[in-house]
């Protein structure tokens, strides 16, 4: 006799549980080559496509248990770069949360693979309606993890790992989030075609395939041409890591021996890195006698960053210097990171590592002015360091009137690691998202001018000392990411997880109104 159906909202898993967290198991580093240095970014769509299958008919205990060993597997070598100098116990707690994030997560998209056929059976229902769900309670998931806890840490967005592909484009549009979701969205629409088994009738195919020619055919949203920018950027290579050991101003020195060549070219503006500087420029003279002379000699402005005190505060700030009038406008780092530059809940986690936390003696307090400067009329958005995986900061520039980007940082306690390259690709697909050239600098390397639709323009090796100075192009007009970005998220984000809970609700009173099966009826009297 053959096994009997299972109901419609108990749906039989496609894989055993024990194959299934071998699949998830492989899912994370196949996903994880989509990512830089290795950049095989077809492989998003196998990872994620694994991910999914795995957890198409689970229970909420094995999805968590399906999900925890993806996030694992992936997030455990994904960011094992932390692990360069600050060893061991920063790498598994931040995978580890990630990943707990991961498993929850995967509870949801497994409703949603239970619900949705329930609710709204039928076969257009499955190609279409429930791909979209899966993408956006997957997007959530992505949303929550970028902004919590603390800042949150947006660093693996699927997105994210298509910088050198022919799909970055379409981020300009509905930014990277909206390109998770579309990658999502194809993947899950491409399974259910495979599931349905009726590959002669064409129209079931209509659905993915109208979500590839999106992914592939929508071009890049242009920006307009605003001339050009003389920049001079300098990547000093000194001794900026957390641990190195260093004299006073060493880094300072390494910058501007560095910069020498630069003295007497004509620039619009001198560009250092995050932690290009070693003493506050606004509280001891002697550093900002330094910056006075170097303006003059390179006789332009400069774009600098150093730690800076006001009052009981203390800031990661990014200066616009004039030679005689000294900082003239400010820009502090708005998303401080937690465990690095600043610790949230010192108490509680010095308790728990007081050796590792004790190292960490400056508390940076978050910035508020806007990631912008007005170079002489031009506008110049600014992201220091990890800011620039942060959306907000990005868009805010962007309407803000920036005509270029000048992202700060400073890579040294990741010498030799994937972090660099990681970064790196975020930078280039921030230019593709926003139509505006990016000038991205780092203390120690790699430091790269990308044009506005993401070609390399001019580039520093890691790991030496060394200069540019590079025509780099402006633009105006922003594009729609730029714009409606917040929108997009909050209506894929909140919109899918209000369907979801709408449909547990239904399924639900379903349920109540279903008449319970009749007993057989007692013998006795």
Known sequence: MPDAVPPPDRPKPLLPLWAALLV???????????????GWWPLAFVGVGLSLIALVGRRAWSALLVGLVFGASFYLIHIVWITRYLGE??????????????GLGSILIALAYRWMPRVLPGRWSRLVLLPLLVAGVWTAR?????SWPYTGFPWARIGMSQSESPLAHLSSWVGVSGLTFLMVAFTAAV??????????DIRTVVPSVALALVLLLVPQFPTTPAGELRVGSV??????????????????????????PLFGQDMDVLLWPEGGIDSDPLANDGTAAVLDALSERVDAPLIVNAATERGDDVFNTSMLWIAGEGAVQLHDKTHPVPMGEYVPDRWFFEALAPDLIGLIQREYTPGTNPPLFDLDGIGVGLAICFDVIYDDVIWEAARGGAEVYMFQTNNADFRDTDENLQQLAFARMRAIETGRSVVNLSTVGTSQVISPDGATIDALPEGEAGHMLTEVPLRTGLTPASVVGPWIQGLIGWGSLAVLVALGVIVRLRRRKTPAPSEPASSER
């Open 142 to 146: 992505e949303l929550f993890m970028g």
């Open 24 to 38: 998830s198991a492989a899912a994370g580093p196949i996903l994880d080559l989509a990512y830089p240095s290795v």
């Open 89 to 102: 116990i920063p790498w598994f707690a931040l995978a580890g949360i990630e990943t707990l994030f991961m």
């Open 191 to 200: 399974i259910e075609w495979i599931r349905m088994r009726q590959p002669r």
């Open 235 to 260: 990547q000093g290579n000194g001794p900026s890591g957390y641990f190195d050991d260093r004299e006073r101003n060493a880094v300072l020195n390494a910058q501007l021996e560095a910069s020498a």
